[in-house]
Nanobody
Framework: QVQLVESGGGLVQAGGSLRLSCAAS????????MGWYRQAPGKQRELVAF???????NYSESAKGRFTVSRDNAKNTVSLQMNSLKFEDTAVYYC???????????????WGQGTLVTVSS
């Protein structure tokens, strides 16, 4: 059993910053990729940013230049620094990880419970 626990959401004014964090716990052998998705009211869930285990970061067009994703492999955590926030960034942000499970070595995709980010205009 693997869990992802997010923190750091909240209310911020447009132009402000927030930092989201996510920690994986449980039967983790290795994390292949970690990242963030978001879902705004009435819209589909979309990718924000992710980091493969050994590769470079990937960002959506809306996140480029404003958001920075980072990983701490030793702690099994991923963070998302969000700067210059806009009203349209308002959404529930979900942590996502592709994990190789300890003992079975099965690959499992895991989602966090989501954290709400509200940007006031």
């Amino acid at each position: 059993q693997v869990q992802l626990v997010e923190s750091g959401g909240g209310l911020v004014q447009a132009g402000g910053s927030l930092r989201l964090s996510c920690a994986a716990s449980g039967s983790v052998f290795r994390i292949n990729a970690m990242g963030w998705y978001r879902q705004a009211p009435g819209k589909q869930r979309e990718l924000v940013a992710f980091i493969p285990s050994g590769g470079s970061t990937n960002y959506s067009e809306s996140a480029k230049g404003r958001f920075t994703v980072s990983r701490d492999n030793a702690k099994n955590t991923v963070s998302l620094q969000m700067n210059s926030l806009k009203f349209e960034d308002t959404a529930v942000y979900y942590c996502n990880a592709v994990i190789v499970l300890r003992q079975s070595f099965r690959v499992q995709e895991v989602w966090g419970q989501g954290t709400l980010v509200t940007v006031s205009s």
